[in-house]
């Protein structure tokens, strides 16, 4: 079935960990065996190659570079400038990408159509480039709001605010407060420009105060909820139902410690956590029983997103194996028109309401 994963980090991993995306995970996962510089080194479970397997045909493709202040612990770019520059090397990467026939750009209903038909009735799913939809995922590398317009002609369709920690714009995961004078102003321009809020990652105070200023499209590319696994990076069901009242689709995450309670990071295991696609499943669910229907979720997998298989459900070998999950759903008891719903259709359904105007 035509799939949609609402975020991937794929220039990230090309770049940060060196990652041909064009060779299988097999290949890819061969030429890491030795290595040690990343915790997750001959894990990977992302490639284009896999994408296809899977028929996943579009993703939410995300640019990612976090600005630290001094005394900040987190990993990052010692100014907005080099975070900004980082972002336009994951950029050069989607470009070269489209270049060599493997992915084609997104950025209206326009492109999105012509995009759906090609997957449902072009040639060999082989050889279908990967449609992509640039997103933003923290907006420290927005220098100032100009830059904001750059990144909309360059094709950014979706920005979420904040990632882990404080951020320039926003708080986000691990941090707490609001938004402030500054992120309400690039609230506006993204309003302006008629881009995605993403609210994933964002705190709790300024999930809220972004709701409260913010009258454009929201969603969450990639979110669990915090009723199965207590921590500040998922939803409370009180922020589930204010998502759903704003028509936002949420995808599910496939970072075992946000699907399943009391993971220890780098000393908990899949398998003995009993972490298994089945627990996804769990936290959809969850969100259609505080919905009524299956209108508001989706898949938004955010596998590779610096963890591997040593951090992913025990039973996925690679993204292909999402394939699994419309038979998990209908063994739950949806019926056919709402696995299309969460495998693709509301995603479509959001951005051509989006982009409708």
Sequence with gaps: MFTIDAHLDLSMNALEWNRDLTLSVKEINAREEGLTDKPDRGNATVSLPALREASIGMVVATQIARYVAPGNPLPGWHS?????????????????????????????????????????????????????????????????????????????????????????????????????????????????????????????????????????????????????????????????????NRGAVIGGALDAWMMVPNWIKGVSMPREMNCDLEKVIDHMDHICQIAGNARHIGIGTDLDGAYGREQSPYDLETIADISRIPGMLEKRGYGEEDIRLVMHGNWLRFLRKAWSV
């Design 80 to 244: 907005p400038e080099q975070a900004w520059a980082q972002t336009q090397g994951q950029l050069a990467w989607y470009e070269a990408m489209q270049e060599k026939g493997e992915m084609i750009q997104i950025r209206d209903r326009e492109s999105l159509e012509a995009h759906i038909s090609l997957w449902q009735n072009g040639e060999s799913q082989e050889k279908r480039p990967i449609g992509y939809m640039l997103s933003l995922e923290g907006a420290d590398s927005i220098i100032n709001l100009s830059y904001l317009e750059k990144s909309y002609e360059k094709g950014l369709r979706a920005l979420g605010p904040a990632h882990y920690g404080p951020g320039r714009y926003a708080q986000g995961t691990d941090a707490s407060g609001p938004l402030g004078p500054k992120g309400r102003d690039l609230l506006k321009e993204m309003e302006r420009l008629n881009i995605i809020l993403d609210a994933t990652h964002l705190c709790d105070e300024s999930f809220w105060e972004a709701l409260d200023h913010f009258n454009g499209p929201v969603w969450a590319s990639h979110n669990n909820c915090r009723a199965l696994v207590n921590h500040n990076r998922q939803f409370s069901d009180e922020q589930l139902k204010e998502l759903i």
